[in-house]
T-cell receptor
């Protein structure tokens, strides 16, 4: 059972370009979360998606950032017109459908991350 | 979600027991305490979760006093490979369904030979 997969693992972009980060959740997981980790800081929640729906985007910057989780295919975090401050590690996590009694609800499984460097 | 406070960093030597304490004075009745581990260049990994008293698994133990305003993650006989950042999170056990895990700065544990 493969874990959460993210690609690319490393991405280099010049200022003004677009960055697309992909996340394939674990098999059977229908919830996807994106977090950003700036150097020397903890992870910051960005967005929570279910298939074809954005549930909570309270952590997403208002401009240039968007996320989707289509019916088919991976979840995509898209950053338009990147700036140097966007350089960070972006982690995706997934979890199974709503918790069942006895199931650990904090069951978010994290991917290896995509390290974005903006030159 | 309750705010947590933990030491920024700790040093230890191989073979020692390491205890990392987390303060969460405003913990709510429905809140659980969860610890994650993050190695360099990797995503966080769930270690252990508890509500009260003591929880033990193959990786660690979690001690929670009666007032639940703090908790202690205990790592027995650490090795160099336990060098990582350890995060304490507090929130409603079902909060995972709302998606928002809130990570603080974490505690950077450095294990020395």
């Amino acid at each position: 059972n493969a874990g959460v997969m993210q690609n690319p693992r490393h991405l280099v972009r010049r200022r003004g370009q677009e960055a697309r980060l992909r996340c394939s959740p674990m098999k059977g997981h229908s919830h996807v979360y994106w977090y950003r980790q700036l150097p020397e800081e903890g992870l910051k929640f960005m967005v929570y998606l279910q298939k074809e729906n954005i549930i909570d985007e309270s952590g997403m910057p208002k401009e240039r950032f968007s996320a989707e989780f289509p019916k088919e295919g991976p979840s995509i975090l898209r950053i338009q017109q990147v700036v140097r401050g966007d350089s960070a590690a972006y982690f995706c996590a997934s979890s199974p459908p709503n918790s069942q009694p006895g199931q650990n609800a904090w069951s978010q499984y994290f991917g290896p991350g995509t390290r974005l460097l903006v030159l | 979600l309750a705010k947590t406070t933990q030491p920024i960093s700790m040093d230890s030597y191989e073979g020692q027991e390491v205890n990392i304490t987390c303060s969460h004075n405003n913990i709510a009745t429905n809140d659980y305490i969860t610890w994650y581990q993050q190695f360099p260049s990797q995503g966080p990994r769930f270690i252990i979760q508890g509500y009260k008293t003591k929880v033990t698994n193959e990786v660690a133990s979690l001690f929670i006093p009666a007032d639940r305003k703090s908790s202690t993650l205990s790592l027995p006989r650490v090795s160099l490979s336990d060098t990582a950042v350890y995060y304490c999170l507090v929130g409603d056990r079902l909060a995972g369904n709302t998606g928002k895990l809130i990570f603080g700065q974490g505690t950077t544990l450095q294990v020395k030979p």
